[in-house]
């Protein structure tokens, strides 16, 4: 596999995460009864899809295809998720809805410290930033 490959298959693993928390947010954002929240939230999975966006953008410009789909272990996430919050109130769904976001971040500081180009890091890191500010902006919505 050429480096090149490995850059997009580290990019496609991005991506499939992001396509998660989009998911993710659209069943957190069903489930919340504040307003304040539920606005919070859809601003978090907008910063979401203009990250796919990028992303997927970027696998093209390479010359490859981006991978989009959600995929078995997103499937099942979504319906770990689901199970996990029934019954939740928002304080809990917050709380799940930031452990989500701590993986994602976790997940994109082990991918921005692999083998990339700099245009793939550049894009990762602002990835990261802006996964940063988004669990930012959950804190302040705890009491």
Do not use: C, W
């Not at 789909?69 to 799940?96: C, P, T």
């Amino acid at each position: 596999m050429s480096k090149q490959d490995k850059t997009v298959e580290a990019l496609n693993d991005l991506l499939q995460g992001e396509n998660m928390a989009v998911e993710a947010f659209n069943i957190f954002i069903s489930k919340v009864k504040d307003e304040n929240t539920k606005k919070t939230f859809q601003e978090v999975q907008n910063q979401h899809r203009e990250n796919m966006s990028v992303i997927a953008n970027h696998i093209q410009d390479l010359g490859y295809r981006p991978n989009e789909k959600l995929g078995f272990k997103g499937i099942m996430g979504d319906f770990m998720i689901d199970m996990k919050i029934s019954g939740e109130d928002d304080s809990q769904i917050i709380d799940k809805a930031m452990e989500g976001i701590n993986k994602g971040i976790n997940m994109t500081e082990k991918i921005s410290r692999g083998n990339l180009d700099n245009e793939s890091r550049k894009i990762v890191g602002q990835v990261l930033e802006e996964d940063r500010s988004s669990l930012s902006k959950l804190r302040r919505l705890q009491h």
